[in-house]
């Protein structure tokens, strides 16, 4: 979701249609946005006095995963398997993609780590 203009950027732009007279075509063009969202802060501005952004609504989501040890033990337990093999595996009803993103949160992955391990070549003692 796109970031909000910020409020004192919108009482800018107002103070300029309003104030020092400048048409809402005019105000699109010098400040670099678009009509509509003139329009639209006009319209807020009528119906509630100010043209503050509307608070954004966090998602209440219930998780369907909600032991979160429980799930790294199961992790452990069955991490080489597939996501769709873990996911018929989990207790209850879960999606591939909620699995994919939980494992993402707790950090699994499956890439191989490097290790600090040395050359395997050892020098035979002839020199060049």
């Not at 979701?1 to 950027?9: L, W």
């Not at 300029?16 to 003139?38: H, P, W, Y």
């Not at 998780?63 to 989990?90: C, N, P, Y």
């Amino acid at each position: 979701m796109a970031k909000p203009y910020s409020e004192d950027f919108r009482q800018k732009v107002m103070q300029a249609i309003e104030l020092d007279g400048l048409k809402k075509s005019e105000a699109s063009q010098v400040f670099n946005i678009s009509r509509n969202t003139i329009n639209l802060w006009c319209q807020r501005k009528a119906e509630t006095g100010d043209v503050k952004p509307k608070p954004r609504q966090i998602s209440q989501q219930n998780g369907k995963i909600s032991d979160w040890e429980k799930f790294r033990d199961f992790v452990k337990e069955h991490g080489d398997k597939t996501q769709s093999e873990m996911a018929d595996l989990w207790d209850g009803e879960i999606s591939q993609r909620t699995l994919c993103r939980a494992l993402q949160k707790i950090g699994h992955t499956r890439k191989k780590k490097h290790t600090g391990t040395a050359n395997g070549m050892k020098p035979n003692g002839q020199s060049f």
